[in-house]
C-alpha cells in the first residue's frame, strides 16, 4: 500500500535560515509526487512537482528513488513562507485521472 | 487566472439531513474530484469524474454519497444524510485534459466548504 509521511507536524525557523521540509514516499508503482501550500485561509496550491525540476519562490524539491524521499527546500526563508505544506503522491492504478495522496503536512513558521 | 470556486464557504446542517455542496472546476478542464479534511487529519480523496461517469471512489464514498454534474458547469456533491463524522472540509480539484509534456495531473484545487453537522 502506498505511504506518504511527512514526520515534522510543525517546524519553525527564523527569517534566512535554511529550510528542510521531509517527505518520505512508499509506492509499488513509479512514483509522480508534488509538494502543495495552503497559506491561511487560502486554498491548497501546487508549489512543485517533481516531473518539471523547477524551483517555485526559491523552493526546490528532488526525487530521491533510493531513499524514497521528496523533501522539500529553501536556502533562505521568508517569513511570507509561513503555510501549511503538503507532500502528494499521484496514484493512477490504471485509472487515467490520477488521484492524490496527501501526507499529513507540516506547518512551517517562520520567525522575524 | 481562472479558479475553482465553491459554494457555500460554511454550511452547517443537522445529523440526518442532506446536504449538496457545490463546485464550479475551471471552465475548460475535464476531469474532477472531491477531497476531504477532517480537522486534524490528512486530507482524503473521494471521488473522481469524468465524462458523466464515476471514474474512482474511496472507501469513505459509500451510500451516502453521490456525485453529479448537471448543467455542464457545476459539480455537486450530495451527502443524503449527514453523521456527525461527516463534519469535514471538503474540497473540490479539476484538471485539463492529458497532454504531452504539460502539467498534465495537475489539480486545481477550490476554496474549501466547511460543512459542519450537529
Known amino acids: 500500500a502506498q505511504r506518504v509521511t511527512q514526520p515534522e507536524k510543525l517546524l519553525s525557523v527564523f527569517k534566512g535560515a535554511p529550510v528542510e521540509l521531509k517527505c518520505n514516499y512508499s509506492?509499488?508503482?513509479?512514483?509522480?509526487l508534488f509538494w502543495y501550500v495552503q497559506y491561511s485561509r487560502q486554498r491548497l496550491q501546487l508549489l512543485l512537482r517533481?516531473?518539471s525540476r523547477e524551483s517555485i519562490k526559491g523552493f526546490t524539491a528532488d526525487l530521491n528513488k533510493g531513499e524514497t524521499s521528496f523533501h522539500l527546500k529553501k536556502p533562505f526563508a521568508q517569513e511570507e513562507d509561513s503555510a501549511m505544506y503538503y507532500c502528494?503522491?499521484?496514484?493512477?492504478?490504471?485509472?487515467?485521472?490520477?488521484?492524490?495522496?496527501f501526507g499529513r503536512g507540516t506547518q512551517l513558521t517562520v520567525w522575524p | 487566472e481562472p479558479e475553482v470556486t465553491q459554494t457555500p464557504s460554511h454550511q452547517v446542517t443537522q445529523m440526518g439531513q442532506e446536504v449538496i455542496l457545490r463546485c464550479v472546476p475551471i471552465?475548460?478542464?475535464?476531469?474532477f474530484y472531491w477531497y476531504r479534511q477532517i480537522l486534524g487529519q490528512k486530507v482524503e480523496f473521494l471521488v473522481s469524474f469524468y465524462n458523466n461517469e464515476i471514474s474512482e471512489k474511496s472507501e469513505i464514498f459509500d451510500d451516502q454519497f453521490s456525485v453529479e454534474r448537471p448543467d455542464g458547469s457545476n459539480f455537486t456533491l450530495k451527502i443524503r444524510s449527514t453523521k456527525l463524522e461527516d463534519s469535514a472540509m471538503y474540497f473540490c480539484?479539476?484538471?485539463?485534459?492529458?497532454?504531452?509534456?504539460?502539467?498534465?495531473?495537475?489539480?486545481?484545487f477550490g476554496p474549501g466548504t466547511r460543512l459542519t453537522v450537529t
Open positions: 509506492y509499488s508503482g513509479s512514483p509522480e
Open positions: 480539484a479539476s484538471r485539463g485534459g492529458l497532454s504531452r509534456g504539460s502539467s498534465s495531473y495537475e489539480q486545481y
Open positions: 502528494a503522491l499521484l496514484l493512477l492504478r490504471g485509472s487515467t485521472l490520477g488521484r492524490l495522496y
Open positions: 471552465s475548460n478542464h475535464l476531469y
Open positions: 517533481h516531473i
